[in-house]
């Protein structure tokens, strides 16, 4: 939180590549906000770069669950990955937020506004290592087996 207010952002990335940070305006995100702002100009991107082989992965935020999303990435032909709620261990995107809010907390002189802390963000994001999000991507495989074997519980790493 900065100055009592924060900022919403959506970050989105795959093997050899990553979208450019979205920062969403005042207000919730709905399932209409999701599609138009997230769904139409990057999700379908990623698709269109994939192809059939691109499997999408959300966070199964209330808004990513809605018909409108459900509507839009079937008429898009994107299919998403099943994924059980409440599973943010697991999903690569989580540990890079991590990863964001450490190098904000690093540096010399965080951000004490709204506008530096999206300035910050940016910065940090573009020099985010791509060799980073492609190990966690590939580690999906193996920490979901991870999870299994330990039955869903706390995974010792």
Request: with cysteine; net charge negative.
């Amino acid at each position: 939180m900065y100055g009592g207010r924060g900022v919403l952002v959506w970050g989105g990335i795959m093997l050899g590549s990553r979208a450019d940070l979205h920062f969403f305006n005042a207000g919730s995100v709905n399932g209409t906000r999701y599609c138009n702002e997230i769904l139409l100009p990057y999700v379908r991107l990623f698709r269109g770069a994939m192809g059939l082989q691109f499997l999408f992965m959300d966070g199964n935020a209330p808004c990513h669950r809605t018909v409108a999303a459900e509507q839009l990435l079937e008429s898009e032909d994107i299919e998403r990955m099943d994924w059980p709620a409440r599973s943010p261990d697991l999903n690569p995107i989580e540990h890079l937020w991590d990863f964001l809010g450490r190098c904000l907390a690093a540096r010399t002189l965080p951000p004490v506004t709204i506008r530096e802390l999206r300035l910050a963000l940016k910065e940090e994001w573009a020099a985010m290592p791509q060799q980073l999000i492609d190990t966690l991507i590939l580690s999906m495989g193996r920490r979901c087996e991870t999870c299994l074997a330990f039955r869903g519980d706390h995974i010792p790493y």
